[in-house]
Structures are given as C-alpha cells and as structure tokens.
C-alpha cells in the first residue's frame, strides 16, 4: 500500500497499526488527553513529543497520567510548547492528518489521515520528530504536572478586543559545569545526604533516570529546571554525562564560604569520553564545552543529539 486518503474510522487505523506493530514508533503530537495510552499504545522504545508544557496541562490538553502509563512501558517522552504537529511513523508507514490523541478527536470531531509508506517521506518525519527528543521527561516531573491538571473544558467566544496574557513555558537554561571529584568534611556529608534525601522526595520508583549530585563554589547561576551538562575529570579520563534537569539545591556554608549542592535528574544511559564528544564538534564548541557558564540553543541541540537513539 503506497498512499492512501483516510476519512473514516480514523483513530481505529492509528490505533489498529499501533497495536500491530513490532518496531518502535515515532510520534509528535500537540495533544495527549485522557485515553491517550489506550488509544495509542506504543511499544517499548517509541519516542513521543507532544506538548506538556503548564498552560496545555492545565487547560486539559494534555494529560500527564496518559504519558505516565506510556512512560512505564518503555516509551520515551518528550515535551515542546507550541507544538502543532500531528506525524505518526508507525511501522514503515508515516500518517500525518489533523489529529490530536484525545477522545473528543475519536468521538466528535471530523478528521482525515493521508498515509503513506514512501521510504524517503517515512524517514524525513523520523528525522523531524527526532531533532526535539531532547531531555526526556521523568516520572517525578510528570507527576508534579499531573497536580496541575484540570478535566478540559468548553470555552465560549472570546470578548472582541480583549487582551490575552501570554505567559513563556518550559524556557529552560542550558549550562555547562566543569566538575572534579570533592571530598567532604563530615558535616558537608551530612548536608549532602540530607540533600540527596530531599532530592529522592521528588522523585517515583522505577524511573529510567537517577539523582546525581556535584557542587559548585562559586556563583551558581542556573536555576531549578534547567539543563545541565557535566563533564567531569576522573581516574585520568574526563567524561561528559547526558543532560540533565537541575531538580534540587542546598547552600552548604563553611565559615564565609558558601558551596551549592546541585542534584540532577539524569537519564541512565552511559556517559561518554570527551575525545569522543570533540570528535563531533567544531572548533568553537570545542572550546565552549572546556568551560563552565551558560550556552546557546545551538550548542544545546548539538549536545543533547549525541545521546539521541
């Protein structure tokens, strides 16, 4: 089947080719409300972008819950605000039509798919959905967002002339931190475990990600949410960990001196070697990476590609 032109029984085709397939899928979709899961259940490894930022979790758009199910069965998650597309590589065909995961999409609204299994159109979507699989979203952020969630609900016209208030979501920091391994006093110890503690808090058993700890200092510039890259000097090797979303800090004083105990979220795949990583990298990154301090989008998308599947 090369093309085709969908008009009924839409979500039954998605979900028909979902539940038939043993590849993993790639999908960006703006909207994943309640029965997203049951309506596209993707298999383990899958990559998903939807949209999960604040105001689309709150307004009922999107759902957290329905990620979480995906989440624990092996499905990758991903979130970028704004987000309007509707692609689904699913098996060696790609759908792309109006629609959002939701049961109003399934029960009410008109939609149509066109699908095709041409392999250069197949592989261009992939290659689009996979260039916003940044920093995939863990149990412990979805859960908080799922605090926010409200059932969706109808909107009446909006009052000609009034005033929206746009408010900028998920505009996360990217910072590059040049770390050494510390020893601590037994005191500092004491903070850190405490810390590390308060860290675990915000976190669900049998993530995929785990809770690393560093100190910075002096200045600590990032902020709680941001992403942050580590490369750290150890055994006579420096290795750059995956990026990560800072979920914690705690000031730990000495006297005049003020350390900052940083604990991120980082997902548990492998660290690689910094010859490596040079490889990959022009001359001007090269030198970025050797230094701590905040970074461009660019360098950011550049950074979060090399652990990208």
Known sequence: ???QLITKNVWHSITHAAKNTNYKSFVAVAYFGQGGARMLPLTKGSLLVVDASEKTVKSGQTCPNELLKLYYKGVKIYSLPNLH?????IGKALF???TNVSSNSAATLTEVLFRTSEVKSVENAKEF???????EMGPDLLAKLQKMYRPPRFIGKRIPGAKRKIKK???AGFFTYQLEPAKFTKEEKKQSEM???EAEKKRIINSRHYVDEFQCENDMI???????LQVVKEDGATYVCPPGILIHTRKLRNGKKVKTLCYVEIPDVKRKNLKWVNKQLNTTQRKLIKRKGRRTKE???????????
């Open 195 to 197: 810390g590390y503690s």
């Open 85 to 89: 597309a509707k692609l689904f590589v």
């Open 299 to 309: 360098f950011a998308e550049k950074m979060h590609s090399l652990w990208h599947v």
């Open 1 to 3: 089947m090369g093309t």
């Open 96 to 98: 792309i039509g109006s």
């Open 169 to 171: 979501v998920n505009d």
């Open 129 to 135: 959905i996979k260039s916003f699989c940044k920093v």
């Open 222 to 228: 990032a902020k709680k949410n941001d992403i942050i």
